[in-house]
């Protein structure tokens, strides 16, 4: 069973930075695709960014927060990152950390909730204006 524990958030004020870990257990993060997704009240979960296995194939990002967050992982730590810069109050949100298999199934993508098997609890951002 994987398990994964996000940790990181807090309350910023805006243009202010935060880096979210997401440590994982169970298996080598190797082993898997990470993401983050965030979720604000009434919202529907959104895709924040996502990260290959190796770190190199890919690094993605949703447009709202491309040139702002850097997402990175560290295989021998079994963690991943996402550094929060210039912050805006439309970026509060829980924030959850997702594991995906290294192939998806067809259909599915990186940007997908369904695609992610496992989940962290969700650690609170908020930022104020």
């Known amino acids: 069973q994987v398990q994964l524990v996000e940790s990181g958030g807090g309350s910023v004020q805006a243009g202010g930075s935060l880096r979210l870990s997401c440590a994982v257990s169970?298996?080598?993060?190797?082993?898997?695709?990470m993401g983050w997704f965030r979720q604000a009240p009434g919202k529907e979960r959104e895709f924040v960014s996502a990260i290959s296995w190796s770190g190199t194939y890919y690094a993605d990002y949703a447009d709202s927060v491309k040139g702002r967050f850097t997402i990175s992982r560290d295989n021998a730590k079994n963690a991943v990152y996402l550094q929060m810069n210039s912050l805006k109050p439309e970026d509060t949100a829980v924030y959850y950390c997702a594991a995906a298999p290294l192939v998806f199934s067809p259909g599915r993508s990186r940007y997908t909730a369904g695609t992610y098997d496992y989940w962290g609890q969700g650690t609170q951002v908020t930022v104020s204006s």
């Open positions: 169970g298996r080598t993060v190797s082993s898997y695709t």
